[in-house]
Nanobody, 119 residues
Framework: VQLQAFGGGLVQAGGYLRLSCTAS????????MGWYHQAPGNERELVGT???????VYADSVKGRFTISRDNNKNTAYLQMNSLKPEDTGVYYC??????????????WGQGTEVTVSS
C-alpha cells in the first residue's frame, strides 16, 4: 500500500487550500482516515479524523475552519482548509488505517505535504 498526498503550497492568511491523500495497492477497506500537522520545531499533532461512515472529529484549533471528507471509491481523504492562519504553517501528513480483515488494521502514512501561510 502506498499513499500520495497533494495540495500543499504557499497561501496568504485568510486563504484556503485543499489537500488530498490517495492510497493505492492491495486495499479492501480503509477504516479511519486522519490528517496530522507538524509545525516547524514541534511534534506532529492530530488535525482530525473521519470514520468509514463519515463521522469526523477535529482539533479545537481547526474547528469551523477545516473539513475532512473522503471518497471510499477512490481510497482518498481530503482536507479542506479555510481561513488559514500563519500558525497553520507546517507539514501535513495523512494516515489511513487499512483494514486487514480479521487481523485488524494497519496504519499507513503519507509522505507529507508542506503548507506555508504568510501573514
Amino acid at each position: 500500500v502506498q499513499l500520495q498526498a497533494f495540495g500543499g503550497g504557499l497561501v496568504q492568511a485568510g486563504g484556503y487550500l485543499r489537500l488530498s491523500c490517495t492510497a493505492s495497492g492491495s486495499i479492501v477497506n480503509i477504516n479511519n482516515m486522519g490528517w496530522y500537522h507538524q509545525a516547524p520545531g514541534n511534534e506532529r499533532e492530530l488535525v482530525g479524523t473521519i470514520s468509514r461512515i463519515g463521522v469526523s472529529v477535529y482539533a479545537d484549533s481547526v474547528k469551523g475552519r477545516f473539513t475532512i471528507s473522503r471518497d471510499n471509491n477512490k481510497n482518498t481523504a481530503y482536507l479542506q482548509m479555510n481561513s488559514l492562519k500563519p500558525e497553520d504553517t507546517g507539514v501535513y501528513y495523512c494516515k489511513l488505517d487499512v483494514s486487514l480483515g480479521l487481523f485488524g488494521t494497519k496504519p499507513y502514512w503519507g509522505q507529507g505535504t508542506e503548507v506555508t501561510v504568510s501573514s
